[in-house]
């Protein structure tokens, strides 16, 4: 192996040491609120820690090769062309595909059958329709409806089914990890199981926001959330207008 090579390789291992000692010591996420965000974040964390080697390569190559061959002024000629390497196009081709697979398997696969888990166990179902620029929130078990706050019990699987009246929108709690769009002429569905209490004022994340540009009032577009115990939930739901009632 040349010492260009070994030097290039030297700094890849510093670059990755590094990088990957910043992924595991430095936590970017917001409050996570539910069953769903551990699922996205061990994704997010697991997906970085498998980029950084990639991309540390990268920045090796192009650092080593800026500093050791770059030139201040304009060469007289160009340098004896490249044109393949068979050996590092195998290996390159054959690291690649095989990242690619494992990503698909996991977190891929078993993410999306993690989220999808409790589909099928639903104590809660809370309908949301989206408006320039508001939600409006019902409870068709109970028969009532808000637009001033979403109100959750702690430790229930919550299925939100999301519809739109005009343009598209886009149903996204920060707290819970969870998003769908919002489609006119359709329902989109997502299930959530809130695990931790907390509200809007402790924690601007425990809010719908509006995650799909829809015009002027876009990023007003938010409902403030609050999760609570199931009793205060009960308590709540009888202080709310019947869906029937006008505005
Ligand atoms: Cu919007």
């Not at 990088?19 to 996570?32: H, K, M, T, Y």
């Not at 980029?51 to 030139?71: D, E, K, N, W």
């Amino acid at each position: 192996m040349n010492r260009h090579a070994m030097i290039v390789g030297a700094l890849w291992v510093v670059f990755t040491i590094a990088g990957e000692a910043v992924v595991l010591g430095f936590s970017p996420f917001p409050v996570a609120a539910s069953e769903q965000a551990a699922v996205v974040d061990d994704a997010f964390t697991l997906l970085t820690l498998m980029a950084v080697p990639v991309f540390s390569l990268v920045c090796a190559m192009l650092l080593y090769s800026g500093l050791r061959f770059g030139q201040n002024s304009q060469p007289d000629q160009d340098g004896p062309p490249t044109r393949n390497n068979k050996s590092i196009v195998w290996v390159w081709l054959f690291v690649t595909t095989v990242l690619t697979i494992v990503m698909i398997i996991h977190p891929g696969i078993t993410g999306i059958l993690d989220l999808r888990a409790d589909d099928d166990n639903i104590d809660l179902v809370v309908q949301l329709e989206a408006r320039q620029y508001f939600w409006n929130v019902k409870f068709p078990d109970a028969g009532v409806r808000t637009t001033k706050e979403l109100v959750l019990p702690i430790d229930e699987n919550v299925q939100f089914l999301i519809m739109a009246h005009d343009v598209l929108h886009s149903f996204w709690v920060p707290a819970f990890r969870v998003k769908i769009d919002a489609v006119p002429g359709m329902f989109t569905k997502v299930t959530a199981t809130p695990n931790e209490l907390g509200s809007f004022d402790d924690d601007v994340n425990f809010r719908i926001q509006c995650a799909e540009l829809c015009g002027v009032g876009h990023a007003t577009m938010q409902l403030p959330v609050r999760v609570v115990e199931r009793a205060e939930f009960d308590q709540w739901l009888t202080e709310q207008k019947p869906i029937a009632a006008r505005r």
